[in-house]
């Protein structure tokens, strides 16, 4: 095939050029690597991606493969490409016009096209080079003759003169030789290269893959906190309305029961003057025949009335509890603050649990994330970090730093524990069940209530909870714990805050017959 019908063939149909790292598609056509991301990244969101030279469909973006025996022959095509115009060197026995030169005779000085370089002396003293405009640089600056030879101990070209002086008794190569050693290794170091541009090339792959998973997520992830964000500003601005509301509707209630016994204190009046009229008349007949002497004296109930409204109102502090509400405004600005956005890019902390601390009623599932309790004993082996009575377990892994969360399901059960707690927590009696003691802490639920306990205290949850599957939130450093609802939306249910002294483990304690579950597996963070 002649060289211009292959270069043909070596083109790439997008930029019309030799391939550069060329990979092909499913439909067998070849590309640059380049291009083709190009051409299938204007595609993206137009429902589908198609072959830009055959048009055929693809419904998924496709996998771009590396056409090695395509590389390799565009690399031996390059190779063997004659480059005697980008030279500038022209045979100097063309004296009519310029023509390239193919060689160049060190000896003679002079550049040789094909034609006069058949008829060049063949003796050995012309050395012949590719065509150079340089020549002094292939003669030893000392002596002014051709370089033949390469001292391996001092690294340098020599020559004939070179070997018997400066350079004798030195261990001398031809140039041909040193020069195909020094190929040698520059093609090893060549195929290293090629080894990182592939690995390179797979991690570029790899990475725009992610990054197409990523932004197809983060399009109903945004919908959805744009939801929860517009509903809770919704939610605040009618809450600021309802208090607003409320502190100016007082002072108005107020007026408004003012201006009723005003009125009621007018009419009052009206009475006591016609009362007064009617015990001024000598002629009895008028006074007996007043028809509403008993609207004149009726007011006992109205006076109940106003003396129960009067002292209310007066009780009235006149105002707010603006402490308690300012409370439970800073308590929601904590818990905005605690919220973590990393957990939610990076995943939940891979939590297992130990065997080896289980009680012998619990059954731990062969991936170690399932606990489950029944009458049924394991018969394992005691250990001094079992728990003999309790039915609990704690993880395998350890937190001493970092932030961390992670997620369980509780559905499974209707008496739980879940938390974390120190490894020197006790292993019997009543101050090892987590909670009960000063080295844990825990979210539980017994008897359709729910509630947090840490050091036998207490805190129930409002009545209208109720969890499936919970989520637990650590931060070391800052020693904070939170629990979580994950419902929809998800409900912050509390926070302990205090400094850790030890390495903390997550905890799990399993009422009668229930089964529970840790949810996720990805780490974040920093494992002791």
Not at 40 to 62: A, I, N, V
Not at 300 to 320: C, P, Q
Request: proline residues 3%.
């Amino acid at each position: 095939m002649a060289s211009a019908d292959l270069r043909a063939e070596l083109e790439c149909s997008v930029c019309l050029n030799i391939y550069t790292y060329p990979v092909n598609l499913r439909c067998g056509h070849n590309f640059c690597r380049v291009c083709i991301d190009r051409v299938l990244d204007t595609q993206e969101g137009s429902g589908g991606y198609s072959c830009p030279e055959c048009r055929e469909k693809f419904q998924d973006r496709p996998a771009l493969h590396r056409n090695i025996t395509l590389r390799n022959i565009v690399e031996n095509f390059l190779s063997a490409q004659p480059d005697q115009e980008e030279s500038g060197v022209f045979c100097n026995h063309c004296v009519d016009s310029p023509v390239p030169a193919v060689r160049s005779c060190l000896l003679c000085e002079v550049s040789l096209c094909a034609k006069h370089l058949r008829v060049h002396k063949k003796s050995p003293e012309h050395i012949l080079c590719d065509p150079t405009l340089s020549m002094e640089s292939r003669k030893c600056s000392i002596h002014k003759k051709i370089l033949v030879y390469y001292c391996t101990e001092d690294e340098t070209c020599a020559c004939m003169l070179c070997v018997i002086g400066g350079h004798k008794g030195h261990e001398m190569e031809s140039l041909d030789e040193a020069s195909e050693k020094k190929k040698e290794t520059l093609r090893n170091v060549l195929q290293k290269l090629l080894t990182k541009r592939e690995e390179t090339e797979e991690r570029v792959q790899s990475l725009q893959e992610h990054r197409r998973k990523v932004e197809e997520k983060a399009a109903g992830d945004t919908e959805r906190v744009t939801a929860l964000f517009t509903d809770l500003r919704r939610r605040l601005e009618d809450l600021e309305k309802r208090i607003l509301r409320e502190i100016s509707g007082r002072a108005e209630r107020i007026s408004i029961s003012i201006r009723d016994l005003e009125i009621k204190k007018e009419e009052l009046s009206r009475k006591m003057r016609h009362i007064e009229e009617l015990c001024n008349m000598t002629d009895p007949l008028t006074v007996l025949q007043e028809s509403d002497t008993g609207d004149l004296c009726g007011t006992e109930d109205g006076d109940n009335e106003d003396r129960e409204r009067h002292e209310k109102l007066l009780h009235d502090g006149g105002g707010l509890d603006v402490d308690g509400i300012s409370h439970t405004l800073h308590t929601l600005s904590d818990i905005i603050t605690e919220v973590n956005v990393d957990f939610y890019i990076q995943g939940a902390a891979d939590i297992i649990l130990d065997v080896n601390t289980a009680q012998n009623n619990l059954h731990i599932s062969d991936d170690r994330k399932t606990v489950s309790r029944s009458d049924r004993k394991q018969n394992q082996p005691e250990t001094p970090e079992r728990f003999p009575n309790c039915p609990q377990v704690l993880s395998s892994r350890s937190f001493s730093s970092g932030r961390h969360y992670w997620e369980v399901d509780v559905g499974g059960s209707d008496w739980w524990r879940v938390g974390i707690c120190y490894p020197s927590i006790d292993r019997g009696g009543k101050q090892s069940v987590i909670g009960y003691n000063n080295k844990s802490w825990c979210l539980y639920r017994k008897d359709d209530q729910y509630g947090v306990t840490h050091d036998s205290k207490e805190t129930c949850l409002p009545t209208n909870t109720s969890c499936n599957r919970v989520r637990i939130d650590l931060d070391y450093e800052a020693g904070r714990i939170s629990f979580y609802d994950l419902c929809d939306p998800i409900r912050h249910l509390h926070t302990f805050t205090t400094t850790f002294s030890e390495p903390l483990h997550a905890g799990i304690l399993v009422g009668r017959e229930g089964c529970i579950k840790i949810c996720g597996g990805n780490e974040k963070g920093k494992e002791a």
